[in-house]
């Protein structure tokens, strides 16, 4: 028997405003350094994600850890979906691998980590990346609302574990996916 996944996502990009602020007052935004127990992976993962360019962000509520996300800083390199690539532009940063703990769901911890990642990361980049599964509403609201525009829509298609097509669609046109997030990886603001 042959298993056959289709995923889709929206590639998304925002120019960062150095010195914008969002951060509440009962929370804060920590860059999480070393592995500790009670993170969402294993130690094992932790390390070969932040040996890659990647670093790891937690914000605390009242002393709680509520709500994560991934940021790859320029020049690391970061999977999609279905073995499609980006290698984050220099001077942009791209946000990955989001989660609310599920106890603190729909308080808006996610919009307020979002951001701190735009308020911290804005002193060094002009841009923030993102992409999102389409069927994903509740991530896809909170980085419109963060300021997140479209770039591109994609898809693919693996049957069995081999991928069969990964296609983009920019600007009403439709084309293999690789090459357009090779062109954003090409583009110094990630705005391509």
């Known amino acids: 028997m042959r298993v056959v996944e289709a995923k889709s996502g929206i590639m998304l990009h ?3 405003k150095p010195g914008a602020t969002g951060v509440r007052a009962s929370a804060m935004l920590a860059l999480t350094t070393k592995y500790r127990q009670g993170l969402a992976l294993s130690e094992g993962e932790f390390l070969r994600r932040t040996g890659q ?12 850890p509520v709500c994560y996300g991934w940021v790859g800083q320029g020049g690391s390199r ?8 980006l290698t984050v532009p220099d001077r942009a940063f791209y946000i990955w691998d989001c989660a609310t703990l599920p106890d603190h769901r729909g ?31 509740a991530s896809r609201k909170a980085l419109e609302k963060a300021g997140f525009k479209p770039m591109f829509s994609y898809f693919s298609l693996r049957v069995g574990g081999r ?7 920019r600007d009403g046109k439709l084309m293999r996916a690789q090459p ?6 090409g583009n110094a603001l990630g705005a391509a």
């Open 78 to 85: 970061v999977g999609i979906l279905h073995n499609l690539k």
């Open 180 to 185: 357009e997030f090779d062109r954003v990886a």
């Open 53 to 64: 360019g990647n670093v790891l962000y937690e914000l605390f509520v009242d002393g709680d």
């Open 163 to 169: 991928v069969l097509v990964s296609l983009a669609i």
């Open 107 to 137: 308080r808006g911890h996610f919009q307020t980590l979002l951001k701190g990642l735009l308020e911290c990361q804005g002193a060094s980049s002009a841009a923030a990346l993102a992409a999102v599964d389409t069927g994903n509403t």
């Open 14 to 16: 925002q120019p960062v």
